[in-house]
């Protein structure tokens, strides 16, 4: 009777990370299907689906990755001269590339590949974007909650590149909802409010609630400080914002790519991108500002 009380209460005792052992939700569910995305910036992306290229190439997958807008800049158009042939215009462009990690023993990055990236869709105004690589395997995916039930003091964790350091897991507490009625500045609005300690070059990173994809990180607030003779912006690190994941389901140009299955080979997409707004008046209130590169925080 006893043993069967003890393998009971077994069963019953949810699965909690024992110190020295690796945590298995965490890291097949959230830090295996975020990559970084390099180029004109570094941003941090996740993986939302992985399907077949074709029916009939049964090698390669096609793999989906929401990120930020505004970690996606393109190139300058610039003249590319020769002493052999005319002169060449090469427009402007986005020209990133999609680094995954290869991990041993669940938490040793082992090494980092390297894939070309197509950039699918690009929404200045609501600061939401896809892009895709191609692999030649199956790639994991983040599990979406499109309604997470969410209250102040919730825990949740994120996995950014911020720095260039990749696929760093950082813990914090929701602090606002998204439909909460206290915020200042415009930007703000619609956003959660978190604790987490984000970074520049964390943007576009996946932020999990009981490790189901929820929103991806986009803003830190700053707060204006003098600076000798001029004032600068000091970002405050723990007070950062993250778009929720509905808002990138709800674009119909990205749910008309995530929804149909590749039937046939893809092409290059041509990238679509969303007018941006004109800017508000400037308001007389802390700025904020979107986590970027180093050297880049204004």
Not at 37 to 49: C, R, Y
Not at 160 to 175: A, I, Q, S
């Amino acid at each position: 009777m006893r043993i069967l009380i003890i393998a009971t209460l077994l069963l019953l005792t949810p699965n909690v990370c024992q110190a020295g052992e690796p945590d298995k939700d965490l890291h097949n569910k959230c830090i295996y299907p975020t990559v970084m995305i390099q180029g004109t910036k570094t941003g941090t992306g996740v993986i939302i689906k992985s399907v077949k290229l074709s029916k009939r190439d049964k090698c390669n997958y096609i793999n989906y990755v929401f990120t930020c807008a505004h970690v996606l800049v393109k190139t300058p158009a610039r003249i590319v001269e020769s002493k052999e042939e005319k002169p060449k215009i090469v427009p402007a462009k986005y020209e990133y590339v999609i680094r995954v990690g290869v991990y041993e023993d669940w938490s040793l990055i082992k090494k980092i590949k390297t894939y070309p990236c197509e950039v699918i869709h690009v929404g200045i105004t609501k600061d939401i974007a896809l892009v895709s690589f191609v692999t030649d395997k199956k790639m994991p995916v983040a599990d979406i909650d499109l309604n997470p039930k969410l209250y102040i003091g919730n825990e949740i964790c994120r996995v950014g590149c911020g720095l260039g350091e990749p696929f760093r897991v950082d813990f914090g507490k929701v602090t606002s909802l998204s439909k909460s009625a206290d915020r200042p500045i415009a930007r703000t609005r619609n956003l959660y409010r978190t604790s987490i300690m984000t970074m520049p070059g964390d943007s576009g990173g996946p932020v999990y609630h009981q490790n189901k994809l929820i929103g991806l990180a986009q803003l830190i607030r700053s707060m204006s400080i003098p600076s000798g003779p001029f004032r600068t912006n000091m970002p405050v690190f723990h007070v950062s914002y993250v778009i929720p994941i509905k808002r990138f389901m709800d674009c119909k140009n990205i749910a008309k790519h995530i929804q149909k299955s590749a039937a046939r080979p893809v092409a290059p997409p041509v990238p679509e991108e969303e007018p941006e707004e004109t800017p508000p008046l400037p308001e007389s209130r802390p700025p904020v500002v979107a986590a970027r590169p180093p050297g880049e925080i204004q």
